[in-house]
C-alpha cells in the first residue's frame, strides 16, 4: 500500500495494490512518510475506499488533528460498554459532530436539543449514561468543557450505533413519538411509570423497533397473527387495549400511520405489562 498525501497525523491518501485509492485513519499513520513510501498497515485502524474528491476526503481534511485520535478514543470505550460494533461510516459521523462540537465551544455556541433531555435520558438511559462518559472523556482529553446539551447529542449518536445505521435526525423522531406515547399511557393511568423497570425498557425497545420499521416504511418479516387474538385482549384487558386505540390515533394523526391488528396486540400486552408492575 502507497503513500500518497497526509491530511493530518491520523488521516492519509493511500493507493492500495489494485491501484484504488483509499483514506486510512489510525494514530501517526501518516507521520514522516513521504509520495510513493510504503505505509505501515499495522497503523490503520478504519479505511475508506474513494476518490480523491469524495465527500469522505472533504470531511477528513476539514477534521482537527486531534479528531481522529479522540473518535477512536471514545468508540473504543463505547463499543464494550453497549456492545455494538460502530461502522466506519458511524465513525465518520461520530467524528464529524465532535469535530463541529468543538467548533461550536470555540465559537461560545450551545444548540439546545429542543429541551428534550429529560425524554432522552429516560427513553434510552444506558446510552445516555455511556454519553455522559464520553463527554467526560472528550472534555478531559480536549481541555475543553462541553455544554451539558452535548449528553443529549451524543445519546443519539450511540442509540445509532445500536439501532441498525438509523440516522440522528430520525432517532430524535422516534424520541419524541415515544414520549408522546409514554405520555399517553401515563395520563390514561394516571401513574408515574418506573423508567427503571425491565418490563419498560423492554417496551422502549419494542416501540423503537416498530417505529423504525414504519418510519422506514420496511414490511414485516413475520407471519401475521389470528386476528382473534387481538379480540381476546380486548376483552381481557380492555384498558390497556383502549389506551393502544388511543396511541394508534396519536401515531395516524402525527405521521399518517396505521396500525395493523398484530402491531395493536403486542401494544396491549406491553401496556399491561409496564402499568401492573409499578
Known sequence: MIFLKTFNNSAALVKDDDGKEEIVLGKGVGFGLKKGQEIDESKIERRFVTTENSNEVKQVKE?????????????????PLLQTKFTDYQFLALADHIDFAVTRINDNIDIDPANNEWEVKNLFPKEYAVAAKVITLINAELGIKLPKSETTFMTYHLVNAASDDAQVQETMQITKLISGIINIIQFQY?????TTSFSYSRFITHLRILLVRLLRKDKKKNPQLDPSLLSFTKIKYNKAYETAERIATYLHSKMGWTLDSDDKFYLVLHIFRVTSRQ
Open 63 to 79: 477534521f482537527r488533528p486531534q479528531t481522529i485520535d479522540i473518535t477512536n478514543k471514545v468508540i473504543e470505550m463505547v463499543e
Open 190 to 194: 394516571q401513574i408515574t411509570i418506573d
